[in-house]
């Protein structure tokens, strides 16, 4: 009798141990898709975690839960955060994932030629950051950031950027302009001799205006010459896409005659020289073509609607490249 009394304790015991390790090892906290985000807030301790998980439908044994948590003294490193449930999830892992802070990752994405408008505006549509510069201005956000510069255009670095729910979006746009910072320092050091530029700053907005114009990667670079060429001769730079920027228009917008005696900063058309800031992001390829430019003698060039562009050394064979290219 005590023996079949022990076997039965013995048993149960199994049985309890067996139920314990399939809810938490076995058992998907979710049965359907799609995956579910919890958000834990900072500050919430394990019972609480285990009654959130519990009123939401994930967690049929919240004591289970925080039995098994304390059996494994996970109750005091467990991080606040968003954290991802899909129908593979345990209660272990969950739990394991809690200790270990991996929460789930959002991200933005910065892309080349955008103007800082457009970074402004993919970042104030992102529903998973904190917005506070909505109504900074430039000069004060550039002053948050640490530069001396009045305009934030071209400082950024084009890139996918991840964060976690509830970071400041002043956040990413720091690391950014670190990464830009941090490529344009270090291809400035390793530049072509003999450019005429005073610093990277310049050199950043011969990038911006490559960006925009280069169609093709191998045009980048002779673009880039043509540019060196120009300036070294005094010539005006006769860039559309500055003439876009100062008139605040599209890319598709069609140029007037009018338009080319507008006097915004931007118009090469009329000033020599450089515009004063960048007019878009680029690319680390287009700051390194502004940095390396060929070394040919073309002192023009056009689309040739497939793509690329075609150079010339003269304006009369620049003239003929026009007919055959533009004019039909």
């Given at each position: 009798m005590f023996k079949k009394l022990i076997y039965s304790i013995f048993l149960l015991c199994f049985l309890a141990l067996a139920f314990v390790a399939y809810q938490f090892f076995a058992?998907?906290?979710?049965?359907?898709?799609?995956?579910?985000?919890i958000i834990i807030q900072p500050g919430t301790g394990l019972n609480a975690i285990a009654q959130q998980l519990h009123h939401d439908g994930l967690m049929p044994y919240p004591t289970l839960f925080i039995a098994w948590a304390l059996l494994n003294h996970?109750?005091?490193?467990?991080?606040?955060?968003?954290?991802?449930?899909?129908?593979?999830?345990?209660?272990?892992q969950f739990l394991n994932n809690m200790v270990a802070g991996k929460v789930i990752l959002h991200k933005v994405t910065f892309i080349e030629g955008w103007t800082f408008q457009d970074m402004r505006q993919a970042l104030d549509q992102n529903p998973f950051l904190t917005h506070t510069i909505t109504k900074v201005d430039d000069k004060e956000l550039m002053k948050s950031l640490g530069s001396k510069l009045k305009s934030p255009e071209g400082l950024f670095f084009p890139e996918t950027y991840t964060f976690t729910r509830g970071d400041k979006d002043t956040q990413v746009l720091q690391e950014s302009y670190k990464?830009?910072?941090?490529?344009?320092?270090?291809?400035?050091?390793?530049?072509?001799?003999?450019?005429?530029?005073?610093?990277?700053?310049?050199?950043?907005?011969?990038?911006?205006?490559?960006?925009?114009?280069?169609?093709?990667?191998?045009?980048?670079?002779?673009?880039?010459?043509?540019i060196l060429r120009r300036l070294k001769k005094g010539m005006r730079l006769q860039i559309d896409d500055t003439l876009f920027y100062g008139l605040h228009?599209?890319?598709?917008?069609?140029?007037?005659?009018?338009?080319?005696?507008?006097?915004?900063?931007?118009?090469?058309y009329l000033h020599y020289a450089?515009?004063?800031?960048?007019?878009?992001?680029?690319?680390?390829?287009?700051?390194?073509?502004?940095?390396?430019?060929?070394s040919g003698d073309s002192l023009y060039y056009v689309a040739r609607g497939d793509g690329g562009s075609e150079f010339s050394s003269t304006y009369e064979k620049h003239q003929k490249a026009v007919a055959q290219f533009i004019i039909k």
């Open positions: 058992k998907p906290l979710l049965k359907n898709p799609p995956a579910v985000s996970q109750e005091r490193l467990l991080k606040a955060g968003e954290y991802e449930i899909d129908t593979s999830m345990t209660a272990a990464r830009m910072q941090d490529m344009l320092n270090f291809q400035w050091e390793q530049r072509a001799p003999n450019l005429p530029y005073p610093g990277s700053y310049q050199a950043l907005i011969v990038a911006s205006m490559i960006e925009k114009e280069a169609a093709s990667s191998p045009d980048r670079v002779q673009i880039s010459g043509v228009q599209p890319q598709t917008y069609h140029l007037t005659k009018a338009d080319l005696q507008k006097d915004t900063p931007y118009n090469t450089l515009p004063p800031t960048p007019i878009c992001m680029p690319s680390e390829e287009s700051i390194y073509a502004a940095l390396h430019p060929d």
